[in-house]
């Protein structure tokens, strides 16, 4: 599930984010617990954030898997989303008598708290500095000894710092693109159960069309509780609950994981994604989506498939487009112009400095060139081959692996080190369910607009098509591959590089005869445009910590991080949104057809329900995709909501912060009371989070 | 059919249209015949083209709807492409026994030839200037009085020269965006007849994957035959057949009338283009062919339906996609800013024109901030409101109709004059089949989009919707509408306003509601965005012509109009296409799989065929939509092919020529021939064409 929250994948990527264009402006900023702006928050609102403070938030905040969350009571109660719980739902609905993702789930008392397979909560202990280590580590090495010097100090520091305790995580992270290097300590509960969430139809009431808008009527709000040794986890830091809503201009801070941002991109990367991988990626995707959305008209069973996989297609949909109004609006884009001239000139004005950076961002000009002549075949053969298709993902895998594991262990790629080859073993043989419907138009839709993108006479397209047409082939090789038995696929990996060539899967052959040239691009991808762009784009980083110090903060990288902000709505082309809707809006809203159908338990308790209760309200906090869940605080550090969503506007926060524009949603801790109460007669968890 | 032929109505909207930015490059310009740059020719190619060389050739080439052709024998044979006669070929299949389109057709004798219901083919005799007579009648008026006085100039005028003669058409057409206006006298032949067709397999071979792309294997030829009083026209003026392929280099000539370009636009439209208006229309173009495509696996008759649909969704895919790529080409646009800045330099540096030009470019800029604010709003509710629904569209018509017509004659619009109510009604009582699974795709997906785009908070969105989804709606208005019978639509425009109002019919009571906020929004563009605009660009055309003068071509506006050039391929991101294919390499690419599969005539003659024999090519000439089945001449004046496509660079040519990259595509004659010959036995055709 997405939403904001983490998008599978996205933290990997982090490491391609630096740090902010230039000192940050009111309220923006993602900022670390080591670097606050404390001054400039008490200069703006007032608000003293002393350790105190900041230590019992940063101790009441959780982190999930690709969500955020905070403990609200003694006992390891912990607020986050419904739409961060829903894999959870899902699975423990997977009998198929009970759909607690449509019915929600409400345990009244503790032993009816039922575990969320995977889930895991960490609450931050420390940060400690490892930067000198790894850049001794280092030093003097480049290309693939470079990377695997610097991973392995990294791990080595992870050990240092942790330990071989069970219970504890550290992760070594780079921030400011490698000018700073953290190890970040958690304590980790890998017991964590569920508590409450609500029904689908209310969590994520308004579906698509209300997705990253506003108003918004949503109690898009779960609980979850940490368990240890079978016993809740004794939570000495958690947020008081503050059942009431705040007031417009009201200082919130939000404190979360963030995913990713991109917000030290040059002007020339930003008019990459403009203009050559943002359209091709949507229109595809609208494509993709069309066929869903009629797939789905064929039957129960396929609206239910065509459903799933809308979910997430059609929010990267409306990401991406709130990102490319972002670069496709002049202004930001002249703000983006100026804020590189500023600090080019400033580098020019110092000679030592400017003979240490050189001219990187002509360098990475340059190799915008050699993206947009390479990146439809990068796209289409490498970065998003197979479409998605799960049957096609594992058959690249067994191939690749196989092929570096025929290798001697010192010449084979970073990516398949030990401990990943691990990994991909241990993936390839969990149980997933491939959805057949869904496989064939994924696959063929890849090959469809592989053919049409690269062309029929593509080497690539002649090798992947041969003689057939992308819709014979989907049938042959999805209905021919028996890669959907987790048996098949350890059969295949643990036979090697024989076993596969011998293999006549159709896909395991047809990934075989893709391989070479998906291969060859990526090698031309990593040399003309990741290796020049990542070098320059290093010298830019340590330019701007030079040039502006600590007032920077770094790229988002799904660590924890504190927002300022304050309660407001927002005016866009001449149209004001206020801050805050009121429960007795959502009668008006509601349809009675779907995705405006409110579920049968709100309906019967319309008259119970307080009409001016606020419902969810915005805030100029700065938030992106890995915050869902984030606990909104208030200047006593109290809870007062959760964050679930943000503006349109706020989708371009991935390349900048517009404070003008830039909202984050939030589910009012007032709205989920009022329904704990007046709904599902949660009283047990309403006095756990009251008191009452 | 669309390919390059002219897309309907889009020669109503050349009326946006104007000039060449400035002064043409190398084989650019769309040029008149009378005033062609035969000097520039001469320079170039060594061509001398006399006044006989030139009435021969416009006496040679015929218009036919939406389509170009040229005469090439003296019985009235007329060469054009396939896909300017696939809508005939299918009226006359409508029995149902045979599929013309499908299997061709082939008239050995011409008693054989069938009539083309409707088509019709005019040849130009003369050009007459009337820009003074419109002048005089509007001096001094503005507004709707300006636009009426001079559309009853241009009437009159073309009056004055046809009189009464039923044979004749005179057509006044504005040039340079009124600067110049003319009145075109054609011959006019309303008895044309099929003679050869291709399959459709083999004229569009490589279907939309190898659409405005090269290599090109297609056929995409047919001849149709002018016929008067019952016989064939004598046709002194014809277009020698040469059998013989051309070589590279080789200069050639294109006759024929392109449909429309905006290549006056100023840098702040293009951007408009490039960032708000294209990007959304592709989107949403790419979710209805994602739904098309779907919706066509669930059997037989869904797919063909959905063929039909696709061809022409598919093609203005591409074509927005190839003008999408131009506006993003920062060199394609810094071209265009120079030549701004050009325009705008040489009016500064001479007072008196200053003074009388003003700052137009200063004003359209302005009015693209209206437009980027006004655009969605626009599109949904008014430029696309139905989504192509044909009950939606036929009930828009039926109620603002008749609201005029409720009016006095006097008060109503321009839109409504007597002429065009005329118009208006024939065209709803037209026999048109409505096909109730496409028109509840395209109805239901306009209204899911206008929810999306405007929100359902937008008053519109409500007032459409009510407690209706998109879907429930769809099903109810297109189930429930018996508008797919002329009679009931007839009587609707009989009993007019009062009979509307009255009116049970889901879709006249949703156009009846829509209505208002339709109109509110349409007069907001007109007074916010074109009327501002056309000022200004009316302004920026006088500036051209006293810097420019003759030197510059006016915009296409579906007139004759002749491009010079040459064979050639081209080069682009570091691949070169050759500018030949060969009969030979057919067989290379045919998969047997749609769309590379062959029909089974060319299977079968596979080794009669000479494999060396010239296919399509390429050349510089600078056309667009409306120049399909032009011919292309060689220096002798003989046609050497039809041009019936360009490659995906041409598109940006609604822009603006660039000739290292947009290029003409051709089936040239030695395929036509070879063609006839060993595969169809058309040998009383090919002895008509060559005399042998």
Same mark, same amino acid.
């Given at each position: 599930?997405?939403?904001?929250?983490?998008?599978?994948?996205?933290?990997?990527?982090?490491?391609?984010?630096?740090?902010?264009?230039?000192?940050?402006?009111?309220?923006?900023?993602?900022?670390?617990?080591?670097?606050?702006?404390?001054?400039?928050?008490?200069?703006?609102?007032?608000?003293?954030?002393?350790?105190?403070?900041?230590?019992?938030?940063?101790?009441?905040?959780?982190?999930?898997?690709?969500?955020?969350?905070?403990?609200?009571?003694?006992?390891?109660?912990?607020?986050?989303?419904?739409?961060?719980?829903?894999?959870?739902?899902?699975?423990?609905?997977?009998?198929?008598?009970?759909?607690?993702?449509?019915?929600?789930?409400?345990?009244?008392?503790?032993?009816?708290?039922?575990?969320?397979?995977?889930?895991?909560?960490?609450?931050?202990?420390?940060?400690?500095?490892?930067?000198?280590?790894?850049?001794?580590?280092?030093?003097?090495?480049?290309?693939?000894?470079?990377?695997?010097?610097?991973?392995?100090?990294?791990?080595?520091?992870?050990?240092?710092?942790?330990?071989?305790?069970?219970?504890?995580?550290?992760?070594?992270?780079?921030?400011?693109?490698?000018?700073?290097?953290?190890?970040?300590?958690?304590?980790?509960?890998?017991?964590?159960?569920?508590?409450?969430?609500?029904?689908?139809?209310?969590?994520?009431?308004?579906?698509?069309?209300?997705?990253?808008?506003?108003?918004?009527?949503?109690?898009?709000?779960?609980?979850?509780?940490?368990?240890?040794?079978?016993?809740?986890?004794?939570?000495?830091?958690?947020?008081?609950?503050?059942?009431?809503?705040?007031?417009?201009?009201?200082?919130?801070?939000?404190?979360?994981?963030?995913?990713?941002?991109?917000?030290?991109?040059?002007?020339?990367?930003?008019?990459?994604?403009?203009?050559?991988?943002?359209?091709?990626?949507?229109?595809?995707?609208?494509?993709?989506?069309?066929?869903?959305?009629?797939?789905?008209?064929?039957?129960?069973?396929?609206?239910?498939?065509?459903?799933?996989?809308?979910?997430?297609?059609?929010?990267?949909?409306?990401?991406?487009?709130?990102?490319?109004?972002?670069?496709?609006?002049?202004?930001?884009?002249?703000?983006?112009?100026?804020?590189?001239?500023?600090?080019?000139?400033?580098?020019?004005?110092?000679?030592?400095?400017?003979?240490?950076?050189?001219?990187?961002?002509?360098?990475?000009?340059?190799?915008?060139?050699?993206?947009?002549?390479?990146?439809?075949?990068?796209?289409?053969?490498?970065?998003?081959?197979?479409?998605?298709?799960?049957?096609?993902?594992?058959?690249?895998?067994?191939?690749?692996?196989?092929?570096?594991?025929?290798?001697?262990?010192?010449?084979?790629?970073?990516?398949?080190?030990?401990?990943?080859?691990?990994?991909?073993?241990?993936?390839?043989?969990?149980?997933?369910?491939?959805?057949?419907?869904?496989?064939?138009?994924?696959?063929?839709?890849?090959?469809?607009?592989?053919?049409?993108?690269?062309?029929?006479?593509?080497?690539?397209?002649?090798?992947?098509?041969?003689?057939?047409?992308?819709?014979?082939?989907?049938?042959?090789?999805?209905?021919?591959?028996?890669?959907?038995?987790?048996?098949?696929?350890?059969?295949?990996?643990?036979?090697?590089?024989?076993?596969?060539?011998?293999?006549?899967?159709?896909?395991?052959?047809?990934?075989?005869?893709?391989?070479?040239?998906?291969?060859?691009?990526?090698?031309?991808?990593?040399?003309? *445009?990741?290796?020049? %762009?990542?070098?320059?784009?290093?010298? #830019?980083?340590? =330019?701007?910590?030079? &040039? +502006? @110090?600590?007032?920077?903060?770094?790229?988002?990288?799904?660590?924890?991080?504190?927002?300022?902000?304050?309660?407001?709505?927002?005016?866009?082309?001449?149209?004001?949104?206020?801050?805050?809707?009121?429960?007795?809006?959502?009668?008006?809203?509601?349809?009675?057809?779907?995705?405006?159908?409110?579920?049968?338990?709100?309906?019967?308790?319309?008259?119970?329900?307080?009409?001016?209760?606020?419902?969810?309200?915005?805030?100029?906090?700065?938030?992106?995709?890995?915050?869902?869940?984030?606990?909104?605080?208030?200047?006593?550090?109290?809870?007062?909501?959760?964050?679930?969503?943000?503006?349109?506007?706020?989708?371009?926060?991935?390349?900048?912060?517009?404070?003008? *524009?830039?909202?984050? %949603?939030?589910?009012?801790?007032?709205? #989920?009371?009022? =329904?704990?109460?007046? &709904? +599902? @007669?949660?009283?047990?968890?309403?006095?756990?989070?009251?008191?009452?």
């Amino acid at each position: 599930m997405t939403r904001i929250a983490l998008l599978a994948g996205i933290a990997t990527t982090s490491l391609c984010a630096a740090g902010a264009a230039s000192p940050a402006l009111a309220d923006e900023g993602m900022w670390t617990f080591d670097n606050l702006p404390t001054a400039q928050i008490k200069a703006d609102y007032g608000v003293d954030l002393d350790a105190k403070w900041l230590d019992h938030v940063r101790l009441s905040a959780v982190r999930l898997s690709g969500c955020s969350a905070s403990f609200v009571s003694p006992d390891g109660l912990i607020l986050t989303n419904n739409h961060c719980v829903v894999g959870c739902t899902g699975n423990l609905s997977s009998g198929g008598k009970v759909d607690y993702v449509k019915q929600g789930f409400r345990s009244k008392v503790r032993e009816e708290e039922l575990k969320c397979a995977g889930q895991t909560a960490e609450v931050l202990l420390s940060i400690t500095d490892v930067t000198d280590q790894i850049r001794t580590a280092s030093a003097g090495k480049s290309g693939e000894d470079f990377i695997k010097a610097r991973d392995g100090a990294m791990s080595a520091a992870e050990a240092d710092i942790c330990g071989k305790a069970t219970n504890l995580r550290c992760q070594a992270i780079p921030f400011y693109r490698g000018g700073e290097y953290k190890v970040y300590k958690f304590q980790r509960y890998t017991d964590v159960r569920l508590v409450f969430a609500p029904e689908f139809d209310i969590a994520f009431f308004g579906g698509d069309p209300d997705n990253f808008n506003f108003p918004r009527y949503d109690l898009d709000s779960a609980f979850l509780r940490a368990y240890e040794n079978g016993k809740p986890v004794k939570t000495k830091n958690f947020l008081k609950w503050n059942p009431n809503a705040p007031k417009e201009g009201d200082v919130t801070f939000v404190v979360g994981n963030p995913g990713s941002t991109q917000r030290l991109l040059t002007v020339s990367q930003l008019e990459t994604l403009r203009d050559v991988s943002i359209p091709v990626g949507q229109l595809q995707r609208s494509e993709y989506r069309g066929r869903l959305i009629q797939y789905g008209k064929t039957g129960d069973e396929a609206r239910r498939l065509a459903g799933d996989a809308l979910f997430g297609t059609e929010n990267s949909f409306k990401v991406y487009y709130g990102r490319q109004l972002t670069l496709n609006d002049q202004a930001f884009m002249n703000t983006k112009r100026a804020q590189e001239a500023e600090l080019r000139a400033k580098v020019a004005a110092d000679p030592a400095l400017a003979a240490k950076i050189g001219d990187p961002w002509a360098e990475i000009e340059k190799a915008q060139t050699a993206y947009a002549d390479n990146y439809l075949v990068y796209r289409q053969l490498e970065a998003e081959s197979g479409g998605g298709s799960r049957l096609y993902n594992w058959a690249e895998t067994l191939v690749r692996a196989a092929k570096e594991r025929a290798k001697p262990e010192a010449e084979r790629s970073a990516a398949y080190s030990p401990s990943r080859l691990a990994r991909m073993e241990r993936g390839l043989q969990t149980e997933t369910p491939v959805e057949l419907p869904i496989e064939k138009i994924r696959f063929e839709h890849w090959l469809l607009k592989t053919r049409e993108y690269l062309s029929p006479d593509h080497p690539a397209v002649k090798v992947l098509l041969g003689k057939d047409s992308p819709e014979g082939l989907t049938e042959k090789a999805v209905n021919g591959s028996k890669l959907g038995d987790p048996a098949v696929r350890k059969a295949l990996w643990d036979g090697g590089l024989e076993a596969i060539e011998a293999s006549d899967d159709p896909m395991i052959q047809l990934a075989l005869r893709a391989d070479p040239q998906a291969q060859a691009i990526r090698k031309i991808w990593e040399a003309e *445009v990741e290796a020049p %762009v990542d070098a320059a784009a290093e010298r #830019i980083a340590q =330019a701007r910590f030079a &040039v +502006y @110090g600590q007032s920077v903060y770094p790229d988002a990288t799904f660590s924890l991080r504190l927002s300022y902000g304050k309660v407001a709505g927002w005016t866009y082309r001449g149209t004001t949104i206020p801050a805050f809707t009121r429960i007795g809006g959502t009668w008006d809203r509601a349809t009675g057809e779907a995705p405006f159908a409110l579920p049968q338990s709100w309906v019967d308790k319309k008259d119970a329900l307080n009409p001016e209760t606020v419902f969810d309200f915005t805030t100029t906090n700065d938030i992106i995709g890995g915050n869902s869940g984030s606990p909104v605080i208030d200047a006593k550090g109290q809870v007062i909501g959760a964050a679930f969503d943000g503006n349109i506007h706020s989708l371009g926060g991935a390349y900048g912060y517009d404070g003008s *524009v830039n909202r984050t %949603v939030v589910v009012s801790t007032a709205a #989920i009371t009022e =329904a704990l109460t007046k &709904v +599902y @007669g949660m009283d047990n968890l309403v006095k756990e989070l009251t008191g009452k």
